[in-house]
């Protein structure tokens, strides 16, 4: 509608470059960055986001400026860095959009070994198991849970493994 509004008037993007249709595209500078420094970001993002292996761009900007207190230009040119070394074929579409696979893209650079990979995959299956016998104890309705169930569930959840009864 707005395009074939702005063909009868007449107007291009030319004319105002606030009418584009295309959004301008932005120059991002590569970020010259070592592997060691590279290893350590996505090690840490994925650490202390309970090791999260998925994220989106937006995600991973905000993991990188919060992690080494930079600017978003050099945040982005991080990621431009990353992607230049494998970054842009480690993307899966997910139910919240494109994500980058942090773990795919460090396990493919050497940045996580075969044991931390096999300790991870251990790890989750722990907690998804534990979740799923909270769940059937307390139930799905979360609305039903006291405060105190809702710690437990948090501890789990946030990878606190305490051993907790759950029989």
């Known amino acids: 509608m707005f395009q074939d509004l702005k063909r009868e008037l007449g107007v291009t993007s ?9 959004p301008r595209k932005e120059k991002i500078m590569i970020v010259e960055i ?3 420094k590279l290893k350590d970001i996505i090690r840490r993002i994925s650490w202390e986001n309970d090791r ?7 995600e991973l900007l905000y993991g ?9 230009s050099h945040a982005k040119g991080i990621i431009e860095k990353m992607k230049q070394l494998g970054l842009s074929i480690c993307v ?3 139910p919240f959009g494109w994500q980058y696979d942090l773990w795919k893209f460090g396990y493919m650079r050497g940045y ?8 991870i995959d251990e790890e989750l299956e722990k907690k998804e198991e534990l979740l799923k016998q909270f769940i059937e104890k307390h139930g799905d309705d979360d609305s ?6 809702w710690d437990q569930y948090r ?8 051993m907790l009864d759950f029989r």
């Open 14 to 22: 030319a004319d105002n470059p606030k009418l584009a249709s295309e």
């Open 34 to 36: 070592g592997e060691d």
């Open 52 to 58: 999260c292996r998925r994220f989106s761009y937006d």
């Open 64 to 72: 990188i400026i919060k992690l080494i207190k930079c600017d978003l």
């Open 92 to 94: 899966l579409n997910s």
């Open 112 to 119: 996580l070994s075969d044991e931390e990979m096999s300790q």
């Open 144 to 149: 039903k849970w006291s405060e105190e169930i």
């Open 155 to 162: 501890k789990i959840d946030l990878g606190v493994t305490e």
